[in-house]
């Protein structure tokens, strides 16, 4: 399963971007999809998940200003991010937790990351 975000950049405090990441390859099930956060000599966080049937869950702060969404027949995951803040500066990450076959374990598979920098 291969994972390619796009969408990162730079924008100003309380702009907005708009993530996306699609899953290709071998894919049989995709279960949770979500996005993951790694500021510099910071670990690598949860921002947001979401549950092929629809359940999300977000990280304390970016409730309210963040919205995760996901298209099953594309196989793609979606973050908005509104009213950007400067500590929202990090590499964002897709997740799948998927199997690729019909006997297969889910495994997670990761993208290789977006810079997403907000400037004061």
């Excluded at 390619?4 to 071998?26: D, F, H, N, P, Y």
Aim: proline share 3%.
């Amino acid at each position: 399963v291969q994972l390619v975000e796009s969408g990162g950049g730079l924008v100003q405090a309380g702009g907005s971007l708009r993530l996306s990441c699609a899953a290709s390859g071998s894919i049989f099930s995709i279960d949770v999809m979500g996005w993951y956060c790694q500021a510099p000599g910071k670990q690598r966080e949860l921002v947001a998940s979401i549950t092929r049937s629809g359940i999300t869950n977000y990280r304390d702060s970016v409730k309210g200003r963040f919205t995760i969404s996901r298209d099953n027949a594309k196989n793609t995951v979606y973050l908005q991010m509104n009213s950007l803040k400067p500590e929202d500066t990090a590499v964002y990450f897709c997740n799948a937790i998927a199997s690729t076959t019909i006997a297969s374990p889910y495994r997670n598979f990761w993208g290789p990351g977006t810079q997403v920098t907000v400037s004061s």
